[in-house]
């Protein structure tokens, strides 16, 4: 298996821009996470999905953040408009709820 | 919050010699996993704990888990230049919370 595929793996933009971060899960993996990682914060769990559904998007910071999960294959995380505090490395995870989880390369976003 | 505290948060040591990493949390949990994460790279999980278990071995890497005190450390046995990374506990609740990670350097 490819293991979980995120692209871009970099994203430069201007502040006010909108952006779309992409995740490929690990086929038959039902659960699925966005984290993002900070010097300040550390690693965060924005929200998460079983089979394709929100279950908790507790840590979404804002209505800036939004998250799709179209299909048991595809998510997206969309920041419209994005913002310099924003400036992160965005990763995806996915499991079959045996607690281990296999996280993607990452996205580093810059906005600047 | 479930967030586990890692600590130190950095240390140096030279090839060979052991490296031990503490962490602890505040409240129950399932179970305690031990991730890696090199240098622009995602995280990897090295070993999962579960609450009823004390200890635990995978390869240079042993784990201990004590429930009575919350906390939980990893030790990783005559460590080598590529141990060079971050590793961060994850508590296991409700979801998997991550600390803040202990940056380790291998010197050779």
């Known amino acids: 298996d490819a293991g979980v595929i995120q692209s871009p793996r970099h994203e430069v933009t201007e502040m006010g821009q909108e952006v779309t971060l992409r995740c490929k899960p690990i086929s038959g993996h039902d659960y699925l996470f966005w984290y993002r990682q900070t010097m300040m914060r550390g690693l965060e769990l924005l929200i998460y999905f079983n089979n394709n559904v929100p279950i908790d998007d507790s840590g979404m910071p804002e209505d800036r953040f939004s998250a799709k999960m179209p299909n048991a294959s595809f998510s997206t995380l969309k920041i419209q408009p994005s913002e310099p505090r924003d400036s992160a490395v965005y990763f995806c995870?996915?499991?079959?709820?045996?607690?281990?989880?296999?996280f993607g390369e990452g996205s580093r976003l810059t906005v600047l | 919050s479930q967030q586990g505290e890692e600590d130190p948060q950095a240390l140096s040591i030279q090839e060979g010699e052991n490296a031990t990493m503490n962490c602890s949390y505040k409240t129950s949990i399932n179970n305690l996993q031990w991730y890696r994460q090199n240098s622009g790279r995602g995280l990897v999980h090295l070993i999962l704990?579960?609450?009823?278990?004390r200890e635990k071995h995978s390869g240079r890497l042993r784990v201990t888990l004590d429930t009575s005190k919350k906390s939980s450390s990893l030790l990783i046995t005559a460590s080598r230049a590529a141990d060079t990374a971050s590793y961060f506990c994850a508590i296991e609740g409700n979801m998997l919370t991550f600390g803040g990670g202990t940056r380790l350097m291998v010197k050779p």
């Open positions: 995870a996915s499991n079959i709820n045996t607690g281990e989880l296999f």
């Open positions: 704990i579960r609450s009823n278990e």
